[in-house]
């Protein structure tokens, strides 16, 4: 998921999706200069699965939590 994806979801501003990446208080990953985070880990950070429709399925530039078959 990008942060604006990571934003709504969470109801926060994009910056604020950033700062909480880099404190640590939200896992993820960067990918050279942007930041890339997993449903999984939004889900988690919500209590909610992964499944849950509350976590936006795949859609343009999210990152999947599935290794590449």
Do not use: H, N
């Not at 890339?36 to 909610?48: E, H």
């Not at 795949?58 to 078959?69: F, K, T, V």
């Amino acid at each position: 998921m990008t942060p604006a994806e990571v934003a709504q979801v969470l109801r926060l501003s994009v910056s604020g999706v950033r700062t909480l990446a880099k404190r640590g208080e939200l896992t993820g990953y960067r990918v050279g200069r942007e930041w890339r985070f997993l449903r999984r880990d939004i889900a988690q950070l919500l209590g909610l699965t992964a499944a849950d429709p509350a976590v936006p399925q795949q859609g343009p530039g999210a990152c999947s939590d599935r290794a590449p078959a």
